[in-house]
C-alpha cells in the first residue's frame, strides 16, 4: 500500500523574540563536532478520537496553533533555530526552523497496523542525509480518518535523543497551554566538553551510507525477553547477573549478526565491534552536573569480541562491562584530555581495511515519548525512520512498555535468520 503524500504548505518559523546579542555566538562541543550530520525523525500518532473536534475545516487552526507555539518554544530553544558554522560553532541568527503542512492519502491505522519501514519513509518529507537550510523541520500530517502525525526531524550534530525529545515535549506543553519547563535547559556543553579542531567531516562519515539496507522491526515481547534473560543467566559458564531487557535484546542481535558473518566466510579472523550510546546525564561525578544540558551529551563505547566468544552470556557481559566503563572518572578525564577520541581513533583503522565487523546500537526505551501530549491525548504509536547507516539497531519501549521494538538496518539474510530464532524462543 502507497501512502500518497501531498505539501499543503512549507515556511520557516521563526522565534517569537530576538536572542540577545551575547547569546549570538553558541560553540559546539566537541561531541557535537564528532556527532553525524544526518537528521533524526521522531514520528508521533495520535488518533482521531483523541482529538476532539479535530476535522477538516479546522486543519487550519491546527496548523496556526502548532506554528505559535513552535515560534514561542523556538525562543528558549534559539540554538535550533540558527545556523552551524565551520563545524565549531552555531550561530543563533533566529533564522527558524522550516513547518511543513503535509495529507496522506490513506488511514492512520492502515499505517501503523503493520508497520513498513518503506511505507513511513514516504510519510517523512525530510531527507535524513542532511544538507537542509534548517537546523530542524517540523512536518504535521493529517490522514484521512482525521488522525495526525506529527514529525519532528532535528540535525544529530547539535541534539541527542533526550535533547530532542526535551525540545518536543516542551512544544506539545506550549501547544496544549500545560506547564512547560524551559527555563530548565541550558546550552553551554562546550564549557564541559570544549570545541576542538576537527577537520570539517567528523569521524563517524565512514560510517554512513548512501545505500542502505533495508529496515525491518522486530518485536521483543514480555514472554521473549523473559526467555533470554533466562537463556543469559543458566548457560554453562555464565557470570552474568539481572541482565536488563536492553542488553539481551542487543546481545541476541549481535549474536546473530557475527553467525551471519560466520557464516559466509568461515575462514574469517574478524574482530566484532558494537558501539551503544550512553547517555552522560546520569553518569557524572559528581552527580547530576550535566542533568540539564541540551546538546550531545553522549558517548559510544566499543565493545570487542571475536567468533570464538559469541555465546548471548559473553555478548551481555561485553555490554555491560564496556558501558560501565563510562563511568564519573572517564567523563571527567574526557572533558579536557584526549582519552574519548583516543578510544575512538584506535578502532578507525581496522573499520577502514575490513578487519573489524561493526554494529551500532542506540536504546530509546525508557524515555517518555508515550507522554508527548499536545492537549489531545497520547500518542497511539512512536517511531522513528531509517537513518543512513547499515548494521544499527535503535530499540524502543512498546507502548505498554514491556516489550521493545527493535529497528533494525541490515542484510536481509541477518534479518531474516534472527525472525527465525525468534520464533525458536
Known sequence: MAAAVQVMSREIIRPSSQTPHHLKKQKLSYLD??????????????????????????????????KHSLSNTLASF?????KIRDNSFIDCNDYGCQFIEARAR???????KEPNMELLKQ??????????ETLVAVQITFFD??????????????????SQLAFIDAWAAT????????????????SYFPT?????????????SNELFPTKMLVFDREKLSKLKLAAISSSGSIVKDPTSVEVVSAFIWKHFIESVKSK???????????????????????????????????????????????????????????????????????????????????????????????????????PVYEVDYGWGKPIWFCTTALPLNNLAILVSTRSGDGIEAWLTMPPDNIEVLQTQMELL
Open 265 to 367: 566466510n568461515m575462514d574469517a579472523k574478524k574482530t566484532f565491534a558494537a558501539t551503544q550510546g550512553v547517555n552522560l546525564r546520569p553518569r557524572t561525578s559528581p552527580p547530576n552536573l550535566l542533568k540539564n544540558v541540551f546538546g550531545n551529551c553522549i558517548m559510544v563505547p566499543t565493545a570487542l569480541t571475536s567468533i570464538d566468544k559469541s555465546e548471548l552470556h559473553d555478548l551481555v557481559h561485553e555490554f555491560r562491562s564496556t558501558i560501565r566503563t563510562i563511568n564519573g572518572e572517564y567523563i571527567g578525564k574526557a572533558q579536557t584530555g584526549d582519552t574519548y577520541v583516543n578510544d575512538l581513533s584506535t578502532l578507525l583503522p581496522a573499520l577502514m581495511n575490513g578487519e573489524l565487523e561493526w554494529c551500532v546500537f542506540s536504546s530509546w526505551c525508557r524515555f
Open 33 to 66: 563536532q564528532l556527532s553525524p550530520t544526518t537528521y533524526i525523525s521522531l514520528m508521533f500518532f495520535y488518533q482521531a478520537d483523541e482529538i476532539r473536534g479535530l476535522t477538516t475545516s479546522n486543519h487550519v487552526q491546527i496548523s496556526q496553533h502548532l
Open 78 to 82: 534559539y540554538p535550533l533555530a540558527g
Open 145 to 162: 480518518c482525521g488522525g495526525i502525525a506529527i514529525i519532528v526531524s532535528i540535525s544529530h550534530q547539535i541534539a541527542d535523543f533526550a
Open 123 to 132: 510519510l517523512v518529507l525530510v531527507d535524513p542525509i542532511g544538507g537542509h
Open 175 to 190: 501547544f496544549g497551554g500545560g506547564k512547560s519547563e524551559l527555563s530548565r535547559f541550558s546550552f553551554d556543553l562546550a
Open 196 to 208: 576542538r579542531d576537527f577537520p570539517s567531516s567528523n569521524m563517524f562519515a565512514s560510517l554512513m
Open 106 to 112: 490513506t488511514r492512520l491505522m492502515d499505517v501503523i
